[in-house]
């Protein structure tokens, strides 16, 4: 590989190696400036908008680098790949302001540096698992965006319930893992290969033994599944995210997730579609029913994720289950194997971002002051502080999916998809499951605005905390009734997605 070759190809990685900046630049202010680390966020910002300028500009390339044999790399540079890095940058940059009016953040002032980076760890682990192309690729990327996630799941350490969550997530991360691992090796004996793309030729051509293959595919998807909170790989969800500090579970309820579902649409289009027809169908070989899988898992991700929901006192804990429920229903726009569909999953993961963050910002602003997540504590808050009660409100609404927000189009768009390959029961079944979703959604309305508080509490919101939830709800309504731009940026992105 001459010296030409080589800097073109870092050319195909320069959001990943602006985030490594990032990375190193923070570390040394954090060692120079260790008693004032209040320049440690604006650092982390500029990099943040530095890698987003990358990001964008990687938006009209199309191709891979670092190739291991052949002409096929280890990376793949798409729309698909900038639009997912997107939603992650944005998500990371609301974090930042979380970070910022999070108390439970801000007692751990002496340990910022070693917060962002490990905000930035995860950014660029997350970058590279979306880009991926090769097994052995994707395992370290997700072990990267993990090893990070566990020790932030419990970085603040101020209650018993931090360092449970950081144990547990360890603990279930190893083993989805392990999992992992072994379906990736069991795959490379069958076929001496670890590049999506060459495994695409090998599976059609190679005489393997289809029970294995089926089974090394369950593995490796069991590992993808844990990243999305899928069912049945979904146990570390709630644990995690109500003991997690609420910036950490809000950025793991978006990022990761979405960092997951670009990863698993990647790996069905690159190593399982022979070509896609003119409709946007995904025609796949006859190796594995993907469809039934997935079938089986949406319905069972969405249906355990909103009942289990029901019961819940705790807000973050039912916002967690909430969200392994939305991960059902983003697995509607996956299992229908189309173009459609996956541009169904990325407008609902964009605006999924805008109402899930804005939920949990206001969560956050309210335990802030009232010092709990519990449900029942929210009795009267509609009233004492309306703004937070009235735009908490546009959040559940759109997290439900009705008009006029921005949720109702997510969900429409996938049904829509659904419907397109006559899958009217499944689609039945996910209607019926939003309903279900209503119920402990208005329940917290219910506490907010038509239950009386004995004492009246008054919950100040500063100016640009005030301003940050103003955008986020005014955007769930605009891009309920204005979507356009949106749906097409996600229709192209979804069209150029390698194969």
């Known amino acids: 590989m001459n010296i030409a070759n080589f800097s073109q190809m870092l050319s195909f990685i320069k959001p990943e190696l602006a985030v490594s900046v990032t990375i190193l630049v923070v570390v040394v202010f954090d060692l120079i400036f260790n008693k004032n680390k209040k320049i440690i966020p604006y650092i982390a910002l500029l990099g943040i908008v530095v890698t987003g300028y990358y ?25 698909f790949a900038s639009f997912f890095k997107m939603i992650v940058l944005i998500a990371t940059l609301c974090i930042v302001i979380f970070s910022y009016y999070s108390d439970e953040i801000i007692k751990t002032q002496g340990r910022l540096g070693e917060y962002y980076t490990l905000i930035f760890g995860m950014v660029l682990g997350m970058f590279v698992m979306i880009s991926a192309s090769d097994l052995i690729l994707i395992y370290l990327s997700m072990e990267l965006m993990s090893l990070s996630s566990y020790v932030l799941a419990g970085f603040t350490k101020l209650r018993t319930r931090n360092s449970e969550a950081a144990l547990k997530y360890l603990i279930y991360g190893a083993i989805s893992s392990g999992l992992m691992l072994f379906g990736i090796s069991l795959v490379y004996g069958m076929t001496g290969t670890t590049n999506l793309y060459q495994l695409n030729a090998a599976l059609q051509g190679a005489d393997v033994n289809l029970y294995t293959v089926g089974f090394a595919l369950i593995l490796i998807f069991a590992g993808i599944g844990y990243k999305i909170s899928a069912a049945p790989f979904h146990f570390w969800t709630p644990d995690v995210y109500e003991g997690a500090p609420i910036s950490i579970t809000a ?112 969560v956050m602003i309210i335990a802030n002051k009232i010092g709990s997540e519990n449900i029942d504590d929210y009795d009267g808050l509609g009233y004492s502080s309306p703004f937070l009660g009235v735009t908490f409100g546009i959040f559940l609404v759109s997290l439900t999916g009705l008009p006029p927000t921005a949720g109702f189009i997510g969900k429409l768009n996938l049904f829509v998809a659904l419907l397109d390959k006559q899958m009217v029961v499944v689609a039945v079944i996910a209607v019926i499951n939003s309903v279900v979703s209503l119920y402990y959604y208005i329940r917290v309305l219910k506490h907010m605005f038509l239950t009386k508080r004995d004492e009246k509490i008054s919950i100040p919101v500063p100016m640009p905390a005030f301003l940050f939830i103003l955008v986020m709800a005014t955007t769930t309504i605009f891009f309920g009734i204005y979507f356009t731009p949106i749906t097409s940026w996600a229709q192209n992105a979804a069209a150029i997605l390698h194969f």
């Open 55 to 79: 990001v964008i500009q990687q938006y009209a390339l199309s191709g891979t680098a670092f190739p291991t044999s052949g002409k096929y790399g280890m990376v793949t540079v798409d729309a």
């Open 251 to 362: 950025y793991l309820s978006v990022a990761s997730k979405a960092a997951g579902f670009a990863l698993l649409m990647r790996f069905l289009k690159t190593t399982f579609v022979t070509y896609v027809d003119p409709h946007g169908s995904w025609q796949l070989f006859n190796i594995f029913d993907w469809q039934t899988l997935l079938i089986l898992i949406s319905v069972l991700t969405m249906t355990l994720g909103n009942f289990a929901a029901l019961w819940q006192d705790n807000l973050k804990r039912m916002l967690a289950y909430s969200s392994i429920a939305h991960a059902g229903y983003m697995l509607l726009g996956v299992l229908v194997l189309t173009n459609k569909g996956v541009s169904a999953v990325m407008f609902y993961f964009f605006v999924y971002l805008i109402m899930n963050l804005g939920a949990f910002f206001v």
